[in-house]
């Protein structure tokens, strides 16, 4: 039995140290602690969130939450407007969300003030606030996307029971998308657990159901994170189903005393293999950025370009980790990067190689174009 208990907290708002080239969230903002979907395979229950392991049986109702948030927002001089992700360690949709509404009065403190929205969710509830969602994106920004892992009915009630059926969250993007098409939807295909969600014609049916749903993104992980006590949890759950047989080879596949090779090698071929059907179906496996008018607006349009690139330099099985941290410390440059590039000083922004800059010249040469025609403007 589920226990519900109040409790005012300090701070209703994280701020990341990057924004992540995923779901491309500044900042996090969680109105529940504990999550009633009862996921075995998540990652919240290993040590790194010092949640209890118990949180889906105590949710805490984050009490004043919105309001905590509103004061937030007014009383910071050093809070730039960017993405919100609502949830990160819980679902901002669970069952509780029913009656309680924090995320809803969240969504309308972040409507007030213009915060850009990506939303994760394993729940149909969301459709409850297209109105709210509907309106941010008019005002700004807003993407939501459903977190399925299979659409086997069966498997998905052993790995997240009391979450709305994957052939439900479909039918959610779908109504999403008809009511309110100016709103970024599409699907967190993550985690996919080896030897139970991996054969071709699982992965196959998701990507597809996902593009007829109206899907416009497909963001996939294969394999999952296997850490201390979600670990032990997951593969403890495992031992008790129908699927005990794939224990073994999954945690030889997780081998920690070994090089690994097994593991590399079995996510670069899930990984070609998602991205291939992506493009057989038309979908992108990016979320489309939020970008705003103000001097980051290069930083965070070149930062994309390379966090992108560098993703599917990824895939193809050759990653570049200077092309990565350039894009992600790109996103707190104090000033923009086309003053750099005007005074020739792009080779002091970290990891801005020889190679990196002359891949960007085409984009710089843009955003030149582009701040020079603002500054005449102002003339006019």
Request: charged content about 30%; some cysteine; proline content about 4%.
């Amino acid at each position: 039995m589920v226990t519900y208990i109040y409790k005012e907290y300090k701070t209703a708002i994280n701020k990341l140290k990057y924004p992540d080239s995923w779901f491309w969230a500044r900042y996090t903002a969680n109105p529940y602690s504990g999550c009633e979907h009862v996921c075995i395979y998540c990652d919240a229950r290993s040590q790194r969130y010092y949640l209890t392991q118990d949180f889906e049986d105590e949710i805490i109702i984050k009490d004043k939450f919105a309001k905590k948030l509103e004061l937030t927002i007014k009383n910071s001089s050093s809070l730039l407007t960017d993405v919100i992700g609502p949830g990160g360690v819980c679902d901002a949709y669970q069952p509780i969300e029913k009656k309680v509404k924090n995320t809803r009065k969240l969504l309308k403190v972040l409507m007030k003030y213009g915060f850009p929205v990506n939303l994760a969710t394993k729940s149909d509830l969301v459709t409850r606030d297209i109105d709210l969602f509907k309106q941010i994106s008019k005002d700004t920004w807003c993407t939501i996307g459903f977190s399925v892992s299979t659409m086997d009915e069966e498997v998905s009630r052993l790995l997240e029971p009391r979450s709305s059926p994957p052939q439900a969250r479909m039918s959610a993007l779908k109504d999403i998308k008809q009511k309110a098409p100016e709103i970024q939807v599409g699907t967190y295909f993550m985690p996919i657990i080896p030897y139970l969600e991996d054969d071709f014609e699982q992965i196959e049916r998701v990507i597809k159901e996902s593009r007829n749903a109206g899907a416009q993104f497909i963001l996939f992980a294969p394999g999952l994170t296997m850490r201390d006590k979600q670990q032990e949890f997951f593969i403890a759950k495992l031992r008790k189903s129908k699927y005990r047989d794939i224990v073994k080879p999954l945690l030889k596949l997780y081998e920690k005393n070994s090089d690994n090779d097994e593991l590399y090698k079995y996510l670069n071929q899930m990984n070609l293999k998602l991205y291939n059907l992506c493009q057989k179906y038309g979908l992108e496996t990016r979320v489309k950025r939020w970008i705003p008018s103000d001097y980051r607006k290069w930083n965070y349009i070149i930062a994309e370009v390379l966090l992108n690139e560098e993703y599917k330099n990824a895939i193809r099985g050759t990653p570049n980790n200077k092309m990565k941290w350039a894009g992600l410390y790109l996103n707190n440059l104090d000033q923009s990067i086309i003053n750099y590039y005007k005074r020739g000083e792009l080779k002091m922004l970290r990891n801005f190689n020889d190679e990196i800059i002359e891949f960007l010249k085409p984009y710089l040469k843009r955003g030149e174009k582009d701040r020079d025609k603002k500054t005449l403007d102002k003339f006019l």
